[in-house]
């Protein structure tokens, strides 16, 4: 079975860090482009950030660039997501997401990602 299991999740006071982590199992991902998604009550699903299956190749939500940092492990089957100066605006659940192998490009678009995780929550306390 194919999963992709989010962890780090957790409460955090304004001005505070997190790190996020996303292993992938089931299937290896280490050709995928992976990414982060993140969806807060009432809002739409939005980007946060992506990385390519080499980690040459990443991209950020303007709300979040100099703050978040994707990364990507060695086995390419585990990417990490490095939140740092979180504020209460950045309260969501935060969803690990992975392209198609045959998508070599990272995407901005939730419709660009066909495998997700079942998310973990972040909530910042101002």
């Known amino acids: 079975q194919v999963q992709l299991v989010e962890s780090g999740g957790g409460l955090v006071q304004h001005g505070g860090s997190l790190r996020l982590s996303c292993a992938a199992s089931?299937?290896?991902?280490?050709?995928?482009?992976m990414g982060w998604f993140r969806q807060a009550p009432g809002k739409e699903r939005e980007f946060v950030a992506a990385i390519n299956w080499s980690g040459d190749s990443t991209a950020y939500a303007d709300s979040v660039k100099g703050r978040f940092t994707i990364s990507r492990a060695s086995d390419k089957n585990t990417i990490f997501l490095q939140m740092n100066s979180l504020n209460p605006e950045d309260t969501a659940v935060y969803y690990c997401?992975?392209?198609?192998?045959?998508?070599?490009?990272?995407?901005?678009?939730?419709?660009?990602?066909?495998?997700w995780g079942q998310g973990t929550q972040v909530t910042v306390s101002s």
């Open positions: 089931g299937r290896s991902f280490s050709r995928n482009v």
């Open positions: 997401t992975a392209r198609g192998p045959e998508y070599l490009n990272v995407d901005m678009s939730f419709r660009g990602y066909h495998f």
